[in-house]
């Protein structure tokens, strides 16, 4: 029976992990298009009444269950995988400056010219 050395048993396992990271991934764009959840219809005393359409009310905990599987998918693919879904290691420089964190600003107003 062959053994693995410490170096194989480390790319075996790294790739391993590479490949559940992987998978991770792909849960994650299914968790997010997945909409099902996010509305429940409830009838109302007016819809009863007027023989209206039920109401569709957003489903507030079914969105926050489906972000944090997301969540904790993405804490586990860093684990798995920091070389690829990791955050940069940032190298020392002869200064010892630390790095300026990361901004960004979105504007969503419509109008372009406010």
Known sequence: MARLTKSSRTKVSGTAAEKEAKRMAAEIVMIA???????VVKKTAKSKVDKAAPEKILDRSAIARAKLRIDVRMWLMVRLAPHIY???AVKPSSRSQSPQPFHLDIDLDPDPDA
Do not use: K, L
């Not at 298009?33 to 509305?39: K, Q, S, V």
């Open 33 to 39: 298009d997945d909409a099902a959840g996010d509305y």
């Open 86 to 88: 990791g955050v940069p």
